[in-house]
C-alpha cells in the first residue's frame, strides 16, 4: 500500500527509505523552489476570501538534519571542525526545516538529510487564513534520536495553545508524522519561528527561520499613494513606506555542539562558546553571495544556505531592514555613514496611544536573543556600505583574522541599476 505524508501518515521505516536511490535523483534534476520565500500556495479564488481581505494560504515544511559549509579558509579546530563525518564541500552538521510546499509524498520523503539553514523566510498578509503542515522526516546522521518538532512563532500572538508549537501545551510532530498548524495573523510585523522541541538543542542546530506578516494598508494604500505600495505597519501616515526589504536572521553556530550530536555526544550548554556568527545561516564573505537553490546538486557549498544577505538598491530608495535575534548572544547592527531609523521592536510600532511618533534615528540597533526590529534606511548616495556587528569578535569566522562573521554590504547604485524587488533579500 502507498505511504503518504497526507491521507496515509507514513510508518517510520517508510521515511527512512524515502530518500534512497532514484527518486532523490529525480527530485534534483527538477526546479520547485526559487528564491528565499516559502511558496506560500493560494488555495481556491486569487482574490481575497477571508473575511478580513486575506487569503487562504498554505505552506508545507519537513524537519531532518543534514550538512553545510562555513567559510572557506575557516581555521581548524580539531575535532569539532571541520566535521569527519562531513561529505565533500561541507564541514557542519545541522538541523533544520526545508520548504516542500507543492512536492509529491515521494519528493518530501527524498528531502531527508537535506536540512536547510536558516529555514524558509515566510511571507503573509494580515487576515490571511494559514495552513503550514509540518512534517518530520526523522535524522539520517542520528538514528537513535527520535527528537519530535514542532513550529513555534516566536513573539506571535496566537490566542489557540495547540497551535503554539510548545510541547508541553500543544503537541510535537514524531518521525514519520505530520501536524497542519492554523494561524490568521491580525498584527503585522516581523516575527521568527523555530522548533520549540529540546529547543536549546534544536535551536543552536539550526531550526530557525523568520516570518513577515504585511499590513492590511498594502491593499488600501494612504494619501495619494498608488497601489502597490508597501508599508512595514498599519502607520495611517505613510511614515513606514518602503521599496524594498531585506531579512536577517542573527543567529551563532557552536562547532563543539554540532560536532557532538553528529558523534553521539553531549554538549554542557552552560559552556557555550560560539565558533561562528551568521547572518541567515551564512558567515561573511559568503553572505554576499547571491541566492540559491538547495534543489539544485550543482550549487556548490552552499546549496543548503540558500538565503543571501546582500543589500542592493538605487540611490533614494527606502530600504527596510527586518532583523530577527533567534540566536544566544545580543547584536549590536551598525551600517556605516547610513543613518538606521528604528520603526518597531518585536513586531510593534513605535508609536503611543497619543499618536505621537516614538521612531529614533541611530547608528546601531541593538537586538537581544528573541527580539525582532524593523529598520528603514534611506542611502543618499552611491556606494557600497558595510553592515556589521559593532563587536569585532563577532566578525570573524571560526576565530581567524579578518573580516567575517555576522557583516554583509549594502550596495547603492544610480536611479534604475536595480529593478523592482520581486521577493525580499532579492
Known amino acids: 500500500m502507498d505511504q503518504t505524508f497526507s491521507s496515509h501518515r507514513p510508518g517510520r521505516r517508510a521515511v527512512l527509505?524515502?530518500?534512497?536511490?532514484?527518486?532523490?535523483?529525480?527530485?534534483?534534476?527538477?526546479?520547485?523552489?526559487?528564491?528565499?520565500?516559502?511558496?506560500?500556495?493560494?488555495?481556491?479564488?486569487?482574490?481575497?476570501?477571508?473575511?478580513?481581505?486575506?487569503?487562504?494560504?498554505?505552506?508545507?515544511?519537513?524537519?531532518?538534519?543534514?550538512?553545510?559549509?562555513?567559510?572557506?579558509?575557516?581555521?581548524?579546530?580539531?575535532?569539532?571542525?571541520?566535521?569527519?563525518?562531513?561529505?565533500?564541500?561541507?564541514?557542519?552538521?545541522?538541523?533544520?526545516?526545508?520548504?516542500?510546499?507543492?512536492?509529491?509524498?515521494?519528493?518530501?520523503?527524498?528531502?531527508?538529510?537535506?536540512?536547510?539553514?536558516?529555514?524558509?523566510?515566510?511571507?503573509?498578509?494580515?487576515?490571511?487564513?494559514?495552513?503550514?503542515?509540518?512534517s518530520n522526516l526523522g535524522l539520517v546522521q542520528r538514528p537513535d534520536l527520535f527528537d519530535g518538532h514542532t513550529l513555534h512563532w516566536h513573539g506571535f500572538r496566537n490566542a489557540i495553545p495547540l497551535f503554539d508549537g510548545v510541547p508541553e501545551l500543544s503537541m510535537a510532530v514524531p518521525i514519520g508524522r505530520d501536524l497542519s498548524y492554523f494561524y490568521r495573523p491580525h498584527d503585522p510585523g516581523t516575527y521568527m519561528y523555530h522548533c520549540h522541541f529540546e529547543d536549546v538543542e534544536h535551536v543552536q542546530m539550526g531550526m530557525t527561520g523568520m516570518v513577515f506578516v504585511r499590513p492590511?494598508?498594502?491593499?488600501?494604500?494612504?494619501?495619494?499613494?498608488?497601489?502597490?505600495?508597501?508599508?512595514?505597519?498599519?502607520?495611517?501616515?505613510?511614515?513606514?513606506?518602503?521599496?524594498?526589504?531585506?531579512?536577517?536572521?542573527?543567529?551563532?553556530?557552536?562547532?563543539?555542539?554540532?560536532?557532538?550530536?553528529?558523534?553521539?555526544?553531549?554538549?554542557?550548554?552552560?559552556?557555550?562558546?560560539?565558533?561562528?556568527?551568521?547572518?541567515?545561516?551564512?558567515?561573511?564573505?559568503?553572505?554576499?553571495?547571491?541566492?540559491?537553490?538547495?534543489?539544485?546538486?550543482?550549487?556548490?557549498?552552499?546549496?543548503?544556505?540558500?538565503?543571501?544577505?546582500?543589500?542592493?538598491?538605487?540611490v533614494g530608495e527606502t530600504v527596510l531592514l527586518r532583523l530577527a535575534n533567534l540566536g544566544f548572544q545580543n547584536h549590536a547592527m551598525t551600517m556605516d555613514n547610513v543613518d538606521l531609523q528604528v520603526i518597531a521592536k518585536d513586531a510593534s510600532l513605535l508609536r503611543g496611544r497619543d499618536g505621537v511618533s516614538g521612531y529614533r534615528v541611530t547608528n546601531t540597533v541593538d537586538v537581544g536573543p528573541g527580539e525582532s526590529r524593523d529598520v528603514l534606511v534611506r542611502p543618499d548616495r552611491v556606494g557600497e556600505f558595510l553592515f556589521y556587528d559593532r563587536r569585532f569578535s563577532y566578525l570573524g569566522n571560526g576565530g581567524g583574522p579578518g573580516w567575517g562573521g555576522m557583516m554583509t554590504v549594502l550596495r547603492v547604485g544610480p536611479p534604475g541599476t536595480y529593478p523592482p524587488q520581486a521577493l525580499p533579500n532579492t
Not at 31 to 56: E, F, I, K, N
Not at 120 to 125: Q, T
Open 17 to 134: 527509505l524515502g530518500g534512497a536511490g532514484a527518486v532523490g535523483g529525480a527530485l534534483l534534476g527538477s526546479r520547485l523552489m526559487t528564491g528565499p520565500v516559502a511558496r506560500a500556495a493560494s488555495t481556491g479564488a486569487a482574490a481575497a476570501t477571508t473575511p478580513g481581505g486575506g487569503q487562504v494560504r498554505t505552506v508545507h515544511l519537513a524537519g531532518t538534519d543534514g550538512w553545510v559549509s562555513m567559510p572557506s579558509g575557516s581555521p581548524a579546530d580539531p575535532p569539532f571542525f571541520p566535521d569527519s563525518l562531513a561529505p565533500s564541500g561541507f564541514d557542519t552538521y545541522v538541523f533544520g526545516f526545508r520548504d516542500v510546499t507543492g512536492m509529491s509524498d515521494a519528493q518530501v520523503a527524498a528531502q531527508r538529510g537535506k536540512a536547510q539553514s536558516s529555514a524558509p523566510m515566510l511571507v503573509f498578509d494580515e487576515e490571511d487564513d494559514i495552513t503550514i503542515t509540518l
Open 216 to 314: 492590511k494598508q498594502n491593499r488600501s494604500p494612504v494619501g495619494n499613494d498608488p497601489l502597490g505600495t508597501q508599508y512595514a505597519y498599519n502607520d495611517g501616515d505613510g511614515s513606514t513606506r518602503y521599496d524594498r526589504e531585506f531579512g536577517f536572521l542573527l543567529t551563532e553556530l557552536w562547532s563543539a555542539a554540532h560536532y557532538r550530536d553528529a558523534h553521539i555526544q553531549v554538549s554542557d550548554w552552560t559552556d557555550y562558546d560560539p565558533s561562528f556568527w551568521l547572518l541567515n545561516g551564512r558567515g561573511y564573505p559568503d553572505t554576499t553571495a547571491p541566492n540559491g537553490d538547495p534543489l539544485v546538486a550543482t550549487a556548490g557549498r552552499l546549496q543548503y544556505q540558500p538565503i543571501s544577505s546582500l543589500l542592493t538598491c538605487n
